[in-house]
């Protein structure tokens, strides 16, 4: 009995062990490109950047202009959100803040 113990519990801790490595691959991973050139480093400033108001409203592809989003909150009162309706994104940032401009992005949330 005693070694069958001794089998079982070595089984199950290897299955703990590929788990565990399993996650950390998969948390590891590089995420799949970013909408409308958004990176990871992206401030809170170039997120408006990016994705502002067009400078011609007829002809968007003649640039852009910094603006603000859609919707924003502060759900949980420590992460500050964006909603940018028309392109189908949601920034989370690492701020409560909608004034801090430095503000570094948390979590992109891409609507589908």
């Known amino acids: ?3 069958f113990f001794k ?3 070595i ?3 290897v299955a703990a062990v590929a788990v565990v490595f399993t996650q950390a691959r998969q948390a590891s991973a590089a995420p799949k490109s970013l909408p409308y ?3 990871m480093q ?3 400033a170039s997120v408006e950047q990016k994705l502002g108001q067009p400078t011609v409203t ?3 592809q003649a640039g852009w202009e910094g603006g603000v989003p859609d919707e924003s909150s502060s759900p949980d009162h420590i992460h500050y959100w964006a909603i940018y309706k028309r392109f189908g994104v949601t920034v989370v940032y690492n701020s409560p803040s909608a ?3 430095n503000a570094t992005i ?3 949330l891409v609507n589908k």
């Open 42 to 44: 992206d401030t809170m």
């Open 106 to 108: 948390y979590k992109i």
């Open 37 to 39: 050139s958004l990176t």
């Open 99 to 101: 004034a801090d401009k």
């Open 7 to 9: 089998i079982l519990s």
């Open 1 to 3: 009995m005693n070694k």
């Open 58 to 60: 007829f002809a968007p």
């Open 11 to 13: 089984v199950v801790l």
